[in-house]
């Protein structure tokens, strides 16, 4: 079972370029989130989603944006790269038993972005 | 204040003692609490869920809630080094928000 699937593992930046980190899951779940990790921290909600066609911020959105056109696939956008977003992303997914979602992630390994 | 607060540690143990992980949460309103526990280099993996005051166990771990006090804890007992690890709490206030995590450390 593949579950939660980044792309790409490792990127390098340089100021002010433009990429996309590529998320999709094969286990039909509602909810999907984005996270950043800084050396020695927790994770940090970027955005998330609770369906196709709807997303929200989460706790640090800003140089962000997602989309959600799919169940399966939700990617992350970054504009213009600035050395602050240098961090670990991990894309999450997660389910509803009856109205509530459970709260267990399945996480993705993980794309390590460096901005010089 | 932060929503979610654990002390990062590092917390050091000796192998087969008790380890105790402590988080404190801001929002009076939360309704699920989690511990994941995060290898270096690796992504988290949920090990304990709780959702009423008190206790629960599975195996060697517990987990201890208090809303009164907006606390939760997590035992691990008879540690093992291959407990060694971010231990990450995470409270759902509508979002879900982690803390910065605890580093444990079990030595033989």
């Known amino acids: 079972n593949a579950g939660v699937t980044q792309t790409p593992k490792f990127r390098i930046l340089k100021i002010g370029q433009s990429m996309t980190l590529q998320c999709t899951q094969d286990m039909n779940h509602n909810y999907m989130y984005w996270y950043r990790q800084d050396p020695g921290m927790g994770l940090k909600l970027i955005y998330y989603?609770?369906?196709?066609?709807?997303?929200d911020k989460g706790e640090v959105p800003n140089g962000y944006n997602v989309s959600r056109s799919t169940t399966e696939d939700f990617p992350l956008r970054l504009e213009l790269a600035a050395p602050s977003q240098t961090s670990v992303y991990f894309c999450?997914?997660?389910?509803?038993?009856?109205?509530?979602?459970?709260?267990?992630?399945?996480f993705g390994e993980g794309s390590r972005l460096t901005v010089l | 204040q932060k929503e979610v607060e654990q002390n990062s540690g590092p917390l050091s143990v000796p192998e087969g003692a008790i380890a105790s992980l402590n988080c404190t949460y801001s929002d009076r309103g939360s309704q699920s609490f989690f511990w994941y526990r995060q290898y270096s280099g690796k992504s988290p993996e949920l090990i304990m869920s709780?959702?009423?005051?008190g206790d629960k166990e599975d195996g060697r771990f517990t987990a201890q809630l208090n809303k009164a006090s907006q606390y939760v804890s997590l035992l691990i007992r008879d540690s093992q080094p291959s407990d060694s690890a971010t231990y990450l709490c995470?409270?759902?206030?509508?979002?879900?928000?982690f803390g910065q995590g605890t580093t444990l450390q079990v030595k033989p």
């Open positions: 999450a997914s997660s389910y509803l038993v009856g109205r509530q979602y459970t709260g267990e992630l399945f």
């Open positions: 709780i959702y009423s005051n």
């Open positions: 989603s609770v369906g196709a066609g709807i997303t």
């Open positions: 995470a409270v759902r206030t509508g979002k879900l928000i």
